[in-house]
């Protein structure tokens, strides 16, 4: 059965089944998804939580010796399976597909990657779990659903707001729900009345934007190599999560790429087509003229293994990743260069 992300706490409140299979690549929706069921999950006595992750050195006898044991302590265990690729292999999904109909009621299984196609969806293992279960997708909202998700944030904050801060929110977030989640939360301290117009919400973007992602990116498309360090620090002391600059840098390299294809099969760059409007053309133009095709290649790859890396394990300093990534964007030659991520500073 699917339910779409708005609707998920709601078929919560209905009972637990006994499969989520949670896909997509918009991580606030995704995080809230799993917290929600590991939340609920403990308060229904699932104490016992085991996390599988299907990599390629990942044995899937874990998984059948997971659903067969029970521990001492527990007569209930919430088993988490990633599937960073999504598709589990032969063996995966002939394992999987068993277990549907396998599966005890004292065991919760949630299965989670990122985004997936209808191929996917039409397998036989997927077809299998989904029958028993609960999925959902999470994709990157945009205009209406985008102001509606925002609107229903300030809401659950018991906010009273207008149209316009909807939209002012939406802008400055640029659709990145994480920092739109972190603005709100931060509304709630600077304005406990809860009282909320165009003008208290500009100040607050303003004064809370000082050294915020977007300037960041921002200073690295210039190339001060300096000043992007600097920012980086003050991002880490503040506690910005990792995954929200990830997210802008594969966005800002999305876009380099586009740009740099049109240049060089001798296209017209329409500026406003591509989100960019006139004050940050500049910062674009400084970046392609440092960046060939071939530093925006390993700079992709670059960004595909830190967001693997950061999704799969624990990094002790995953702003010495991110340093290192900024950097490349700036134009310092460090692509073959690994990270020390025991480093004391950045």
Same mark, same amino acid.
């Given at each position: 059965m699917q339910v779409y992300p708005d609707?998920?706490?709601?078929?919560? &409140?209905?009972?637990? &089944?006994g499969c989520y299979l949670v896909f997509g690549d918009e991580p606030q929706q995704k995080f809230e998804i799993l917290q929600a069921l590991r939340a609920t999950a403990k308060q229904q006595g699932f104490d016992d939580r085991t996390v599988l992750v299907a990599d390629g050195e990942f044995s899937?006898?874990?998984? %059948?010796?997971?659903?067969?044991?029970m521990s001492l302590f527990a007569a209930r265990q919430l088993i988490e399976l990633e599937l960073p690729t999504g598709k589990p292999g032969t063996e995966g999904a002939g394992i999987l597909t068993d277990l549907a109909s396998n599966l005890s009621s004292d065991t919760?299984?949630?299965?989670?990657?990122?985004? $997936?196609?209808?191929?996917?969806?039409?397998? &036989?293992?997927?077809?299998?779990?989904?029958? %028993?279960?609960?999925?959902?997708?999470?994709?990157?909202l945009e205009g209406a659903q985008l102001h509606k998700w925002i609107q229903q944030r300030l809401q659950s904050e018991s906010f009273q707001f207008t149209p316009a801060c909807?939209?002012? $929110?939406? @802008?400055?977030s640029e659709g990145n729900l994480m920092a739109a989640a972190q603005e709100i939360e931060k509304l709630t301290l600077a304005y406990p009345d809860k009282q909320l117009d165009e003008e208290k919400l500009a100040s607050a973007l303003? @004064?809370?934007?000082?050294?915020?992602?977007?300037?960041?990116?921002? %200073?690295?498309?210039?190339?001060?190599?300096?000043?992007?360090?600097k920012i980086l620090q003050r991002l880490e002391s503040e506690g910005i999560e990792p995954n929200i600059i990830i997210w802008a840098l594969v966005r800002e390299w999305q876009t380099l790429w586009k740009l740099n294809h049109l240049q060089n099969s001798g296209q017209t760059i329409t500026w406003p087509k591509l989100g960019i409007w006139k004050n940050r053309q500049g910062y674009y133009q400084q970046a392609m003229q440092r960046l060939s095709k071939h530093d925006l290649t390993q700079i992709g790859e670059q960004l595909t293994e830190a967001d693997q890396l950061f999704k799969q394990t624990s990094v002790v300093r995953p702003y010495i990743k991110l340093c290192h990534l900024?950097?490349?964007?700036t134009g310092v030659p460090l692509a073959h260069m690994a990270f020390a991520e025991s480093a004391e500073t950045l």
């Open positions: 609707r998920f706490r709601q078929t919560l &409140k209905e009972g637990l &089944k899937w006898s874990r998984l %059948i010796d997971a659903t067969q044991s919760l299984l949630i299965i989670h990657g990122g985004r $997936i196609g209808k191929d996917v969806q039409r397998t &036989k293992w997927f077809k299998a779990l989904d029958a %028993i279960g609960v999925f959902t997708i999470c994709y990157p909807v939209k002012l $929110i939406a @802008d400055f303003v @004064d809370q934007s000082r050294f915020n992602v977007f300037q960041l990116v921002d %200073i690295m498309l210039q190339g001060d190599r300096t000043r992007c360090v900024c950097l490349l964007f």
